[in-house]
């Protein structure tokens, strides 16, 4: 089990999780992050901090945003188990769901 970044953090951004992950397993992409469903160790310490609230735990991502799982764990199908993301660093991509759409407006 893992957790899931969800279109609320489309093109924010905040990195508020980053800074709270203890396993370094929230990933940069060109428009959101993603969370490693490999290396997060469902301690829920990104949850509470985002301040878009994007975070759920998988079994309750809402119906909306239900493909979002499938964004977050195929985002990694190019880059395997890279050991965290701050040896990474950023991404100039993103899954094929979050390429496609429109710039998000912030309200």
């Known amino acids: 089990m893992t957790y899931i970044i969800a279109q609320p953090c489309v093109d924010v951004k905040d990195r508020a999780c980053v800074d709270e992950c203890p396993v370094d397993c929230i990933y940069e992409g060109d ?3 993603y969370i490693h469903p490999e290396e997060c160790v469902d301690c829920g310490a990104c949850e509470p901090v985002c301040p878009v609230e994007a975070i759920f735990y998988e079994d309750d991502v809402p119906q909306e945003w239900a493909e ?13 188990m890279p050991g965290g993301a701050a040896k990474l660093g950023p991404q100039k991509m993103d899954h094929p769901l979050i390429a496609a759409l429109p710039p998000q407006n912030q309200a």
């Open 31 to 33: 428009r959101m992050l």
């Open 68 to 80: 979002y799982y499938d964004a977050n764990v195929h985002f990694f199908d190019a880059l395997g």
